[in-house]
Nanobody, 121 residues
Framework: QVQLVESGGGLVQPGGSLTLSCAAS????????MGWYRQAPGKQRELVAT???????NYADSLEGRFTISRDNAKNTVYLQMNGLKPEDAAVYYC???????????????WGQGTQVTVSS
């Protein structure tokens, strides 16, 4: 199976920066798109950013260019560099990966356990 383990969350002051990491491990054939989602208390989980295995990226419009997603395919790891953090960015951030377990299987979605990001002075 597939495990996604996030790290890098924590408390940061408004205007500060954080970098989240998510490493995939387990037995699988390939990883297609990877991405980050977030969920604030009382709100639905929302897309933050995604990146394909070829490096094409997609971002939520609301981020205003403050976040950057990247990945290291050799390490099966996706990163989210967050700059200019605002209190409204506070949420649990979840890693997502679209994974093929075998070469002839359909890809399935896997989620990490989430990492808390708190933005407060």
């Amino acid at each position: 199976q597939v495990q996604l383990v996030e790290s890098g969350g924590g408390l940061v002051q408004p205007g500060g920066s954080l970098t989240l990491s998510c490493a995939a491990s387990g037995s699988f054939f390939s990883i297609n798109a990877m991405g980050w989602y977030r969920q604030a208390p009382g709100k639905q989980r929302e897309l933050v950013a995604t990146i394909t295995s070829g490096g094409m990226t997609n971002y939520a419009d609301s981020l205003e260019g403050r976040f950057t997603i990247s990945r290291d395919n050799a390490k099966n790891t996706v990163y989210l560099q967050m700059n200019g953090l605002k209190p409204e960015d506070a949420a649990v951030y979840y890693c997502n990966a679209n994974v093929k377990l075998r070469f002839n299987s359909f890809p399935g979605a896997y989620w990490g356990q989430g990492t808390q990001v708190t933005v407060s002075s």
